[in-house]
Structures are given as C-alpha cells and as structure tokens.
C-alpha cells in the first residue's frame, strides 16, 4: 500500500482550567513542538510559538486584546490569534493555529502531527 500518511490529530491536556486566568499567555511544549495560548476572554486560542521573522517564543510576548493579535517580543511583528495570519511586519509567513477548548476541569489542545 502507498499514498501518504494523514495527519493524526491528540487531543493533549495542556493544564487545568484555574491555573490559566483570563488575560494570560503561556508557552507549552507538545511532541517537540513550541505553541503559544492565549486566554482572551474566557476563549482560547492556539498558534505556533516561534516568531517567522527572528527566533523569539511569541508565548514571552503580548496579545492585542482590541485587535485580537499575538505580538512577537522581539520583532514586535503580529499574527491573527484566529487565523494565524501575519498582520503587521516584518511577520510574514503564516502560523498554524490548533483548536483548543475546555472540557470538564481541564483545558485541552487538539495536536495535529
């Protein structure tokens, strides 16, 4: 048999629910992988942590609340926290963005491999 392999989406729990207030932004690592949530709101979001332009963790920047976009601490290049689209430069290329959702006391990534 041939063909390509299909992405395999986990579900991961990244932590519980309490230990992630409103207005946070955090850094988890996943199978290797940098990814930078943000709490805006009581909604969450997920993206790739590592900055396109410079190696910067996003996760160590900011979020625009008003815009709804992740900063990069060191470029100050912004992305979509919905979309993952570069916004304002020099960020250029897009980040993968993973759903990420509540369930129960815990809060939980979907991981796609």
Not at 12 to 28: I, N, P, Q
Not at 34 to 41: E, R, S, T, W, Y
Not at 69 to 88: A, M
Not at 90 to 95: R, S, T, V, W
Request: with cysteine; charged share 20%.
């Amino acid at each position: 048999m041939g063909g390509c392999d299909l992405p395999m989406p986990t579900d991961v729990v990244l932590c519980k629910l309490a230990d992630f207030l409103d207005g946070t932004l955090r850094h988890f690592e996943i199978m290797g992988y940098d990814i930078a949530v943000a709490n805006v709101g009581g909604t969450f979001y997920g993206l790739d942590a590592a900055c396109t332009y410079q190696w910067a963790n996003l996760a160590d920047g900011s979020v625009d609340k008003d815009r709804m976009v992740l900063i990069c601490p060191s470029c100050k290049g912004g992305w979509d926290l919905k979309t993952g689209q570069p916004v304002d430069p020099p960020a250029k290329f897009p980040l993968t963005v993973y759903e990420v959702l509540a369930s129960g006391d815990d809060l939980i990534l979907t991981f796609t491999y």
